[in-house]
């Protein structure tokens, strides 16, 4: 099945932690690397995570990446008010032959 | 680091085509690939195709018979064309420089972005 399943939305308070996931099949999370973007409201995607877990340099280690199987995950610790934003998995699709994203989780920091 | 910026022309009327260039600096087209991606309003992001530096393209299936993209080197610039658009078209399209960890396109990443520019299909 090509679609990435994310929640609509995740929420949590400052300095806490928060894990956002994706969930795939055999033809996209099962065999090729998952990336990560974040989006604020207006701007242009941001990437946070690629090659499953590897951090762009910028990137902060509080912000993590991890697979298993067919599910990808994002975990942000730490928490701070500018990370509220859009959260976007992304993948190749190999029954589809093309990239999938992920409808998206808004995170919200209470 | 890699800078992008979208142009062309914001309002495009049905059945017409879209066209957009992504003007690039920091880096040459002639080298590696490059993407556009799209974001129809309250949606989610759906990529539309890559451009190799050898001038081949891969494409989104749902999209392909519809869509160009191609380079202009003396320009350093990148450009897509969308033909027979409807009002599902309408969207931020997004230019991209494509990363990768190895040489299949499941180790592809979107590196940079370019601001993005709004096209809205309508009469």
């Known amino acids: 099945q090509s679609v990435l399943t994310q929640p609509p939305s995740a929420s949590a308070t400052p300095g806490q932690r928060v894990t956002i996931s994706c969930s795939g099949s055999?033809?996209?999370?099962?065999?090729?690397?998952v990336n990560w973007y974040q989006q604020l409201p207006g701007t242009a995607p941001k990437l946070l995570i690629y090659?499953?877990?590897q951090r762009p340099s910028g990137v902060p280690d509080r912000i993590s990446g991890s697979k298993s199987g067919t599910s990808a995950s994002l975990a942000i610790s730490g928490l701070q008010s500018e990370d509220e934003a859009d959260y976007y998995c992304?993948?190749?699709?190999?029954?589809?032959?093309?990239?999938?994203f992920g409808g998206g989780t808004k995170l919200t920091v209470l | 680091q890699v800078q992008l910026q979208e142009s062309g022309p914001r309002l495009v009327k049905p059945s017409e085509t879209l066209s957009l260039n992504c003007r690039v600096s920091?880096?040459?087209?002639?080298?590696?690939?490059w993407s556009w991606i799209r974001q129809p309003p309250g949606k989610r992001l759906e990529w539309i195709g890559y451009?190799?530096?050898?001038?081949?393209?891969k494409y989104n299936p749902s999209l392909k018979s519809r869509v160009t993209i191609s380079g202009d080197t003396f320009k350093n610039q990148f450009s897509l064309k969308l033909s027979s658009v409807t009002t599902a078209d309408t969207a931020v399209y997004f230019c991209?420089?494509?990363?990768?960890?190895?040489?299949?396109?499941?180790?592809?990443?979107?590196?940079?972005w370019g601001q993005g520019a709004l096209v809205t299909v309508s009469s």
């Open positions: 090659n499953t877990n």
């Open positions: 991209a420089r494509v990363g990768r960890v190895g040489l299949s396109y499941g180790t592809f990443y979107f590196a940079d």
């Open positions: 451009m190799h530096d050898n001038g081949n393209g």
């Open positions: 055999s033809s996209n999370i099962g065999g090729n690397t």
């Open positions: 992304t993948t190749w699709d190999d029954s589809l032959n093309g990239v999938l």
């Open positions: 920091g880096g040459p087209v002639s080298s590696g690939y």
